[in-house]
């Protein structure tokens, strides 16, 4: 009988060593904000290989806005692994010093390798310390309907007197002098936006004639971008950002106002607070011909075939890409020519990995990241889902990496924005989130709400210019 219970006593004690050996030594969760295909596939194939491979259980948390990142650190206080940030998220968190210094985690050479291995790691550093591992990049490109814009510029000759009329209510003169519509749309600038953009308000489309150009208009960060881009192509440099003084913002925000003023917008983007999903909605619906785009915008607006991404075109051979337009002003000298000439940089953004500051072993975080990375991970990410890829060795080779078709002409046109952009990207400022709030209620007040959607009100530059130094620039002053 004694025998029996020794017996039963090992099997006991071996089951449970079995047990001890399968079970995860532990758990990782990772803070992120993804699309819901996107989230899947991130939870569903990617994590766990990492997890299996190392013996962690893996849990994801989702954030909503990225304005919450820091209270969520809070709540999970000593349990998130690593943390999905925006680029004009990161400095505030460094800031408050939730983000830990990779160099508190890293030897030199493994800093080295990391600089090797990715592109502009630079700009997750910050006074000699890298706070950040790339994710992906992004930027903005214009995307329209092919068949719209062709219309429109077979159209706009016939209305080349009536466009520069409603014009010269604007500028006092109406188009520059001698201007030509160009047909290749990587050549246009803000007057050819307006141009196919009245053509398009002025005819009827099933029945509707309304404004078909539109970027996003919710409040929150991706509105705020778009108006801070415009600022860049408009000429202005991260010093007129930040202090929202000078002739770049002022012609921004002039321009936006003219637009939502003349019909070129379509007034639902601030009326049903368009995010992105509101922007795909319109090009299914045919409320949107043109918009300004990042890369996952593009794949969920011609579709994939995969993960969920079944497109919002009914052809999508329609879809089109071109580099951002030239930033000009509105304003025309005597002669019809414009008064400042701007460029097609807008800032180079995209998404970090972070290791909290309190986060249980920061090692494991950064192996986490390096995983998520790899090149494997990165292709996958990169062909699914529209990322542009951080790797140098993807990027040296990436027509090859997606073999011709759409995917690379969206990859190709992004590229050559980022080529325009260089080294444009949002300003170094540990309260940029206020400032960045600063640029939304101008925008709802200057153009939503204000002289821009009010038809019977005429943007006035100087009016525009006043509303921005007394009221806003002077409020970023307690930022700067």
């Known amino acids: 009988m004694r025998s029996c219970r020794i017996w039963l006593w090992g099997c006991f004690l071996g089951m449970a060593g079995i047990m001890l050996q399968c079970a995860p030594s532990g ?19 990617l994590l766990p290989t990492f997890g299996k491979e190392k013996e962690y259980a893996m849990e994801v948390v989702h954030y909503e806005d990225v304005d919450s990142i820091d209270a969520e650190l809070e709540r999970y206080e000593g349990e998130i692994a690593l943390v999905k940030v925006p680029f004009d998220k990161a400095w505030s968190l460094v800031s408050k010093g939730l983000i830990k210094p990779l160099g508190s985690v890293l030897t030199d050479k493994e800093l080295r390798d990391l600089h090797d291995t990715y592109l502009l790691t630079s700009l997750g550093g910050i006074e000699g310390k890298q706070y950040y591992i790339p994710r992906k990049l992004e930027t903005r490109i214009m995307v329209y309907r092919k068949s719209k814009v062709a219309e429109a510029i077979a159209a706009w000759g016939k209305h080349v007197e009536a466009i520069g009329e409603d014009l010269k209510k604007y500028n006092g003169y109406g188009l520059p002098a001698s201007y030509v519509l160009e047909e290749d749309p990587n050549k246009w600038d803000f007057y050819d936006v307006f141009v196919v953009g009245w053509v398009w308000a002025h005819t009827s489309y099933d029945g509707e004639t309304v404004g078909r150009v539109a970027h996003r208009g919710k409040r929150y960060s991706g509105t705020a971008l778009r108006v801070i881009d415009r600022v860049y192509q408009c000429g202005g440099d991260s010093a007129d950002v930040l202090d929202m003084t000078g002739e770049a913002v002022v012609d921004a925000f002039h321009w936006e ?184 209620d101008a925008w709802f007040e200057i153009v939503a709400q204000g002289q821009g959607a009010a038809a019977e009100k005429i943007p006035d530059r100087e009016h525009i210019k006043s509303i921005l130094e007394s009221k806003y620039a002077e409020a970023a002053k307690q930022y700067l």
């Open 27 to 45: 758990r990782m969760s990772v803070l992120i904000h993804m699309i819901d295909a996107q989230e899947a596939y991130f939870s569903g194939e």
């Open 257 to 440: 106002a003219v637009y939502a003023s003349a019909g070129i917008y379509n007034e639902r983007m601030w009326k049903e607070a368009w995010s992105g999903v509101g922007v795909w909605r319109g090009f299914k619906d045919g409320g949107v011909f043109l918009s300004f785009m990042t890369q996952l915008d593009c794949f969920f607006i011609h579709g994939t075939g995969r993960d969920g991404l079944d497109g919002y075109l009914d052809d999508p051979d329609d879809m089109g890409v071109a580099v951002m337009p030239r930033g000009v002003s509105l304003e025309l000298d005597a002669e019809g020519n414009v008064v400042r000439r701007g460029v097609r940089a807008i800032t180079t953004g995209g998404w970090w990995w972070g290791i909290p500051h309190d986060t249980p072993n920061p090692r494991a975080s950064y192996e986490l990241a390096r995983h998520i990375t790899d090149m494997e991970n990165q292709v996958q990410g990169c062909s699914r889902f529209g990322m542009i890829p951080v790797r140098k060795e993807i990027l040296n080779d990436i027509s090859v990496l997606f073999g011709g078709g759409w995917i690379t002409n969206v990859y190709d046109v992004s590229l050559k924005q980022l080529m325009n952009n260089k080294y444009t990207v949002l300003p170094y400022n540990p309260d940029f989130d206020d400032i960045r709030n600063l640029y939304l």
